[in-house]
Structures are given as C-alpha cells and as structure tokens.
C-alpha cells in the first residue's frame, strides 16, 4: 500500500530503520513539460542549454510560482533594458565620490548606471569605454524568460534590487560595505529604509587586500539578517589561499570560481581551498547597453569571468530561498554544494563541484530549516583591517586590470597591494582610489 505524507514527516522516515513494516520512502513530485523558452536569444546560452542537462531551465519549473526573492546586485547600477525592467525594485547609489560617480552627486536614491567610462586624463589613468557590467550580472541572475525578447535569466521568481557602488575608478570598500548592510535591511547614515531587504548580495567585484574591518562587520550583519552574501573569487588565474583578496577572504560570504563549456575549470578562475563552488564563467551572453561612453540604445553581449559564475549562483540561491523561505544561509550554502557536480581541475582546490540547479532546489523542497546548522567555511589566517586609505593604481599586465598600490601602506603590517578585476574578456583599467572593480 502506499501513503502520502508531508516533507517533513518524509524527511524524518527516511533516516529512521525503526519501522520494519516501511519497505521504502521517496517524494511523490509532480512532472513538467521540459520546454524550451520563446527568448529569441536562448539557442546561443550555452550555459542555459548545454550545461549538466539544462540544470537551470528545469530548476526554474520545479519554483515555478514560489515565493519571489529579492537579489540585491551591487554593481554599477541599472540601465533601462525591455528584459530587465519587469524585475527591477527601488535600488540605490553608494558611490560617495560625485568625480567617481559622474552624475553630478554624491549618495543618491537613484542607482542609474551612469556609465563606467573614462576620459583621457582623467583620475583613472587611461581611457575606457562604459562595461555595463552591473545590467550584465543582472540579466544572468533575472532576465525575464518567456517573453519574446532577448536571452533568458538563470532564475526565476526573482526581483533584481540594483546598487550602485562602481564608477569610473571602480568603487570604495566604505561604500560597497554600506551597500552590503542596506541591502540586507539594515540602517545606513542619510540612506532611507531598504522597502525590499534581500536574501541574496551578489558582489561581482574584488581587489587586493585584507577583509577590512567594516566590511566583515557588513557582511555578519547581512548573514544574522538571513542574507546569502555572494562573491566572485576573481580573474587572475592564482591561488587565494596565498593572495590576499577582498572580500573574497571575508569570513561568511559565498566564493565562486568560473567553469568553462566543457565543465572544466576556466583558465583565468582564481582558485584554492577557500572556492565553495563553480559556476559557467566563459562567454556568457548576457544583457548590456550599447552606449560606448553614456547610454543608447539596449543590447546583448557575451562577458567572460567569475562576475558571470557569481551571477548564476545568486540565482541558484534566490530559487533556493524561493521553494523553501525559511532555510538558514549556511543551510543553502551546503545544499549548493553537496548537490554540486565535479570540475576537471587544472588546479588542486580549484572549487568542491560546480552548481547544479535542480538539484539543488530539489534538495531544497525535502530540507528542513535548521537554526543551529553550521556551513563549514574555509577561513585563511589573516585577520582585518581596520584601515580605509586612499590607493591607486598602475596598469600592471597580468590577465585582469592592473594592481593598485596602497599610498598609506607605510603605516600597514600586511602588503598593501590590491588586485582589480574586470569580466570583460581581460581588459587593462585603469587607475584608482580606494576602489574596487568587478570581476
């Protein structure tokens, strides 16, 4: 005979061998048609069609009609865009710097990308055009599926909160450490309240350097507000068990290394001990503005680095929380990586699998929510900082952006070298103060 019951009673038989008269339990789940979207773009996301049997579509219709979740990008803000502007919450602009920021101001409540360019002569060293990177990472975590027009996002049931925290020189930590508190729904000076506090903090950016003080303290408040912080690991092909990079090695946040076409670990992935998981990073077709300086008109354009791996991570976590709101961070963390799938290294340590959507939220349906549950974080020696100094920056070759040196490192016990990271295809930046780029 057969009986239906609930997920947690299921949960609780299945680990018990108290009942001899039970031959077997398992989850009587409802099936779906496996279609493919209407996104005219969708045959050219090879991470939506060719990866571990369209994990991420079929994730998608096993949340279908969830709970919706917000995922705050904390990036160069948000351009107008026909795929995007369906999901998109009141965000804000953190960028203190009104040069850095080129709107004119200062904090503002309007987290408009503005363009990330910069002119010949200007504070950052070089010329470059606008990256739009933040509409890019916004459009793998949420682009709207389904609805004739462009690619199609990673997630679902999901709102995109965008903050602005990069400009032109890239962003400071005080800024992007204050985005990281607002988003979680905690109070910032002169910052109004957060009417949609998120569940998932996706940071697409790194540098150099120790976990400063107040940015650790950002990130423990967002995890005590049951707020998944996600960070790119970064695009220098080296191990960050040696080099220091923040806030990758901060204590609680989510580190993601890039798997490539063949699930193979991409050659620019940062790796080591610290990596908790992969995601695709190569070629992701994604949206973007076309504006070489300001905006135009929207587009499309494939990016490449562990700031795309990131973006589909955030997903992953927001359907996560989307099918069972009451799970715990460190919960999440664990059912992404133990349902994660194996990476053909070049590296040792180079991450423990690369994501699998579904299964993940399949996962997630049968796990009960578990306060005391503790994710087991590799944590490097190390400490904080408590210093916020003004750096900058020299092109520096290397397969990212150039290093940006410490002018205050005099008066500092630990190298006062930072690291900048840009997704797009390896391009040399530029010059900054106290900045830190996207990955």
Known sequence: ????????????????????????????????????????????????????????????????????????????????????????????????????????????????????????????????????????????????????????????????????????????????????????????????????????????????????????????????????????????????????????????????????TYRGESTYSNYGSIIDISAPGDIIYSTVNGGYTTASSESYKTMSGTSMSAGFISATAAMIFSINPNLYVDQVKDIMVRTAQSVYCRNINCSKGTVDAYEAVLEARREVPDASFEYQDTVLSGGTSNVESRVQVTNGGGGACGTIEDVNKAHRNYPGALFVLLAVFFVHRFVTRMRLKHS
């Open 1 to 260: 005979m057969t009986s239906k019951i609930d997920p947690t009673t299921l949960s609780a038989l299945a680990t018990s061998d108290s009942d001899d008269q039970i031959e077997y339990v398992e989850e009587d789940r409802y099936l779906q048609l496996h279609s493919s979207p209407n996104d005219p773009l969708y045959s050219q996301q090879w991470a939506m069609v060719n990866y571990l049997n369209d994990s991420f579509e079929m994730a998608k219709q096993e949340v279908s009609g969830a709970q919706t979740i917000t995922v705050a990008v904390v990036d160069t803000g948000r351009t107008s865009h026909s795929d995007l502007n369906a999901v998109y919450v009141q965000g804000h602009d953190f960028i203190s710097d009104s040069t850095n920021s080129q709107d004119g101001d200062g904090r503002d409540s309007d987290p408009t990308d503005t363009g990330d360019y910069a002119r010949f002569g200007s504070n950052c060293g070089s010329m470059s055009s606008s990256s739009w990177h933040g509409t890019h990472v916004s459009g793998i975590v949420a682009a709207q599926t389904n609805n004739s027009v462009g690619v199609a996002g990673a997630g679902t049931n999901i709102q995109i909160q965008p903050i602005r925290v990069l400009g032109q020189c890239g962003g400071k930590t005080s800024d992007i450490a204050d985005a990281i508190r607002w988003a979680a729904g905690g109070s910032v000076s002169g910052v109004g309240t957060n009417q949609s506090p998120a569940k998932v903090i996706n940071l697409s950016l790194g540098g150099r350097g120790s976990c400063s003080q107040y940015m650790q303290e950002a990130v423990n408040f967002a995890n005590s507000r049951g707020a998944l912080v996600v960070v790119s690991s970064g695009n220098d092909g080296a191990n960050v068990d040696s080099l220091e990079y923040t806030p990758a090695n901060c204590r609680g946040v989510f580190r993601v290394g890039a798997v490539n």
